[in-house]
């Protein structure tokens, strides 16, 4: 079985795994969904009780007919809450205090603690845009999901804590805030929680490249050449867009790749999260395509070692590569600048006028949907259904008080 064979059994291939055409059809029927759900609320609400007014105390349009927000107005307010994924994890979740509490002195438990960090925040950020896939904002406003995400990010990375604490570090949000969307978030995720990311690749292909400067380096099925052979031809390759002189050598060469390596991890801390390449790409497209723009010729090199040029899969991989590069090339990355926040601000105040009133009080979905909602037995469910689970509760713990189990019927001869 193949790597790629692997990758195929898993749920990010098989359920979040799209073509452009799907991806944007997938949008656009959330965003016609949601914005019927809307609309429907805002009826439902004026019938109820002859007002149908929002929670801003501002009457919706006639009719219920809410100006809802579009496709790429969504997609903008989506994207600007994975940025600040990004700066929230950060902040959040390793500040300088606990740095120094951990008593991290050695470089490589300094290089671990940030690896973590990295693999947190593309973790929040792919469980927020896999979330906004099947659900609007216009539904679950991104603030309110965003904290739940990343704490749900911290379990599946194996950096478990507890809620209490976490919470405690965000003004404003309490533990039920963080809690009251996580099932709904988990729905929305499809019960899958396992992301594959591109950066064990490009550590992978960065040692590869460092043994073939060493002589040491092997190529892949069909390319016949001995690693002294794939030195030279290293040596030999253009020098990187830029620049002019070529390296001459091996220390020159290490300092080429390492360089190389250090903006394609930028590209995939960033740009890559940002953008749609998950969805349309493999974490090995994502990882060659941020090589490929932080040394084209290296890069290059590189698929020429593994795929042979005879072969019929060429030019499609490369196809697919400058693809995935163009994507990652045009993806802002920076903190939005003035024109941007303007539209921004015009997209959440408009976002604020037509969010499901049904939905916003998500700490109150959460404790109405609950078994056992604190001491009193069926707040928020049916009073038939409470009473039943009562007595099944009481009839089950009375049982278990019994070490044998309850006792057996009377046999009648």
Request: aromatic share 8%.
């Amino acid at each position: 079985m193949t790597e790629d064979d692997i990758y195929r059994t898993s749920t990010q291939y098989r359920l979040w795994s799209f073509t452009s055409a799907t991806l944007a059809s997938l949008r656009a029927t959330t965003n016609a969904i949601a914005a019927d759900g809307v609309r429907d609320a805002y009826r439902s609400l004026k019938a109820n009780t002859g007002q149908g007014k929002s929670t801003q105390n501002e009457a919706p349009a006639a009719d219920g007919e809410v100006d809802c927000l579009t496709v790429e107005e969504e997609q903008t307010i989506v994207r600007y809450y994975c940025l600040c994924t990004l700066d929230f994890v950060d902040f959040c979740e390793y500040p300088t205090n606990v740095k120094v509490s951990l008593g991290l002195k050695s470089t490589q438990s300094l290089n671990e603690l940030f690896s973590s960090l990295i693999y947190l925040q593309a973790t929040a950020v792919q469980y927020l845009k896999r979330f906004y896939l099947t659900n609007s904002p216009m539904t679950y406003h991104p603030k309110e999901i965003m904290p739940t995400a990343v704490y749900l990010a911290m379990k599946s990375e194996d950096n478990f804590h507890y809620v209490k604490s976490f919470a405690e570090k965000l003004p404003n949000i309490t533990t039920e805030d963080i809690l009251a969307p996580e099932f709904i978030l988990t729905q929305g995720l499809r019960f899958t929680f396992d992301v594959r990311h591109p950066f064990h690749g490009l550590e992978g292909g960065f040692m590869e490249l460092l043994a073939l400067t060493n002589g040491k380096g092997q190529c892949g099925p069909g390319v016949n050449k001995s690693p002294k052979d794939l030195r030279d031809e290293m040596m030999a390759i253009e020098p990187p867009p830029g620049t002019s002189a070529k390296a001459t050598t091996v220390k020159e060469l290490v300092a080429r790749i390492q360089k190389a390596h250090g903006k394609a991890k930028e590209l995939l801390k960033t740009s890559a999260l940002l953008t749609d390449a998950y969805f349309l790409y493999t974490p090995s497209q994502i990882w060659l395509a941020t090589l490929l723009l932080a040394d084209e010729p290296l890069a290059r090199f590189y698929a020429d070692t593994k795929v042979p040029a005879t072969s019929g899969v060429k030019p499609k991989l490369l196809t697919a590569l400058k693809q995935c590069a163009e994507m990652l090339r045009s993806s802002p990355i920076a903190q939005p600048d003035k024109e941007e926040r303007k539209v921004l601000k015009r997209i959440d105040k408009k976002l604020t006028q037509c969010r499901n009133p049904q939905k916003m009080d998500l700490v109150g979905m959460n404790k109405a949907q609950k078994r056992d909602p604190g001491q009193n037995d069926g707040e928020g469910l049916d009073e038939n259904v409470a009473k039943k689970r009562r007595l099944e509760r009481e009839k089950s713990m009375k049982e278990s008080e019994d070490l044998f189990g309850p006792a057996l019927p009377d046999k009648k001869a």
